[in-house]
């Protein structure tokens, strides 16, 4: 099942703050966050387990909130550099079969 | 370390054509995957590997098969190409399969007329 991601598009200026929010209809193990500039291949940002463990970008900050099966990036005092389209992929349990992506939100932060 | 590497960058092909997308990982990954990305959506997973000789279909297999001989290794061969199979297609690889960081490689555009 697809998580749904929102909002689909956000316009910000240089230094204003974002949340990006990734929901499932499932329980979650895990919840991944990538962002891909265009053209680009995707690109790490951050983990978030069941448990509350986290791996990722120092400057980036996320939530899971596993009983609402949600998760929510954190993109603060936003810089030029974070435009790009941002992805959401959740996994149901160990050993799942990898990663299911959202469709995406598309930021663009203008100077 | 090269990371992914994919090959080709672009491709165009005839409807009925075949054609084998070549991945290869140099960071002694275990897992490699590879995903679909249709133009303004997200990536669908298509096959996975969690090693050398284990292979597994994914979301949206059909259409296509893989194979894995190496730990380097994962190639995604398409046969009888068809105009639905026009996407980008990348492979990814990660140290474990739940809890680590998939590397994406640059991608494959592919074109079928």
């Known amino acids: 099942q697809q998580p749904v991601q929102s909002p689909q598009a956000v316009i910000l200026r240089e230094g204003e703050d974002a949340v990006i929010n990734c929901s499932s209809s499932k329980a979650l193990y895990s919840v991944h966050w990538y962002r891909q500039k265009h053209g680009e291949a995707p690109v790490f940002l951050m983990i978030?387990?069941?448990?509350?463990e986290q791996k990722g970008h120092e400057k980036i900050s996320a939530s899971f909130n596993e009983k609402k099966q949600q998760s929510s990036l954190y993109l603060t005092a936003s810089q030029l550099s974070y435009s790009g389209t941002y992805f959401c992929g959740t996994e149901i349990g160990w050993g799942a079969d990898g990663l299911t992506f959202g469709k995406g939100t598309h930021l663009i932060i203008q100077p | 370390n090269a990371g992914v590497t994919q090959t080709p960058k672009f491709r165009i092909l005839k409807i009925g054509q075949s054609m084998t997308l070549q991945c290869a990982q140099d960071m002694n990954h275990n897992y490699m995957y590879w995903y679909r990305q249709d133009p303004g959506m997200g990536l669908k997973l298509i096959y996975y590997?969690?090693?050398?000789?284990?292979?597994d279909k994914g979301e949206v297999p059909n259409g296509y098969n893989v194979s894995r001989s190496t730990t380097e290794d994962f190639p995604l061969r398409l046969e009888l190409a068809a105009p639905s199979q026009t996407s980008v297609y990348f492979c990814?690889?990660?140290?474990?399969?739940?809890?680590?960081?998939?590397?994406f490689g640059p991608g494959t555009r592919l074109t079928v007329l």
């Open positions: 978030l387990l069941k448990g509350g």
């Open positions: 990814a690889s990660s140290y474990q399969q739940n809890t680590d960081t998939q590397y």
């Open positions: 590997s969690v090693g050398a000789g284990i292979t």
